[in-house]
């Protein structure tokens, strides 16, 4: 069971990373997945979530209208399309399936 994010890094506000979430070990499309964020000095907090089949997803209100969730099942993936970056989406982002974590990829938002 191994979870492996990437796509993390630095860049100005208003700029777009993509995020990938690849996922082994598991039956990918018995989990709903989801993202994280944990910034210095506070709690992680569910950025969005994507269900089993893909069908549905859910947003924080902040990142609403700029990040996208999707997956793909034949590639064990999921990716977080992140636009109009901000200062405060700095942070380390995880992927989340059942009780399995990925170490995070760091998201630094800066001028």
């Known amino acids: 069971v191994r979870i492996v994010e990437s796509g993390g890094g630095l860049v100005q506000p208003g700029a777009s990373l993509r995020l990938s979430c690849a996922a082994s070990?598991?039956?990918?499309?018995?989990?709903?997945i989801k993202w994280y964020r944990q910034a210095v000095g506070k709690e992680r907090e569910l950025v969005a979530l994507?269900?089993?089949?893909?069908?549905?997803?859910t947003y924080a209100d902040s990142v609403r209208e700029r990040f996208t969730i999707s997956r793909d099942g034949a590639k064990n993936t999921v990716f977080l399309q992140m636009n109009s970056l901000k200062s405060d989406d700095t942070g380390v982002y995880y992927c989340?399936?059942?009780?399995?974590w990925g170490q995070g990829t760091q998201v630094t938002v800066s001028p």
């Open positions: 989340n399936l059942g009780k399995a």
């Open positions: 070990g598991f039956t990918f499309t018995s989990y709903h």
């Open positions: 994507i269900t089993k089949d893909g069908s549905n997803t």
